[in-house]
């Protein structure tokens, strides 16, 4: 069974704003990750935020992390067109030796 | 570093045939992953490996096998290929649980 599920299935903005995603998950983790999938391609990993961390910067991307919720969001500041892409959450389940996908919020930024 | 490939790109099979999907890395990773992207299922994990010689079941593994004879190549059979194995299969590795590398996906359809 998936244990991260994003929130929402798709967001539609325009350039220059910014667009936020949640992801929630069931158990306790080690950590999570989230991921970019362009249409038609492979994921691409884009940042790792531990459980014993709340919050994460990597450019224009911004993780929060809270473990009493079990959830955690993404926030992409000042959108491109070129972000236009689908956002995965990704769970490392505490005792287990794999990651468990949600199914990806999709993302249009219209110029 | 070509990264991760995967071979063939595309394929169209019929009821029954059988076929073997090549997964290779080049970057000396320890853990590499077979998954299936159904639309609206997100990514489900088929089988996965820990190192060379091993290999596990994940969500979904009936209908498929794996091997893992050489560190840097996973191959998925397909023995009997069936419709509902129509999908996108993305081939990933790691270097345990950190950040997984992703293969561009091969597209099979099963008529």
């Known amino acids: 069974s998936q244990q991260g599920e994003e929130d929402p299935q798709a967001l539609s903005i325009q350039e220059g704003e910014n667009a936020t995603m949640n992801c929630s998950y069931k158990?306790?983790?080690?950590?999570l990750q989230w991921y970019r999938q362009n249409s038609g391609r492979g994921l691409v990993h884009l940042i790792l935020i531990r459980s014993n961390e709340r919050e994460k910067h990597s450019g224009r991307l911004r993780v929060t992390l809270d473990t009493s919720k079990k959830s955690s969001s993404l926030l992409i500041t000042a959108s491109r067109a070129a972000d236009t892409a689908s956002y995965f959450c990704a769970t490392d389940e505490r005792g287990y030796s794999t990651l468990t996908f949600g199914k990806g919020t999709m993302l249009l930024v219209s110029p | 570093n070509a990264g991760v490939t995967q071979t063939p790109k595309f394929r169209v099979l019929k009821t029954g045939q059988s076929m073997t999907l090549l997964c290779a890395q080049d970057m000396n990773h320890e853990y590499m992953y077979w998954y299936r992207q159904d639309p609206g299922m997100g990514l489900r994990l088929i089988h996965y490996s820990v190192g060379e010689g091993t290999t596990a079941k994940g969500e979904v593994p009936d209908g498929y096998n794996v091997s893992r004879l050489k560190k840097q190549n996973f191959l998925l059979g397909l023995e009997s290929a069936a419709p509902s194995q129509t999908s996108v299969y993305f081939c990933?590795?790691?270097?345990?649980?950190?950040?997984?590398?992703f293969g561009p996906g091969t597209r099979l359809t099963v008529t």
């Open positions: 990933a590795s790691s270097a345990q649980l950190y950040e997984q590398y």
């Open positions: 158990t306790s983790i080690n950590n």
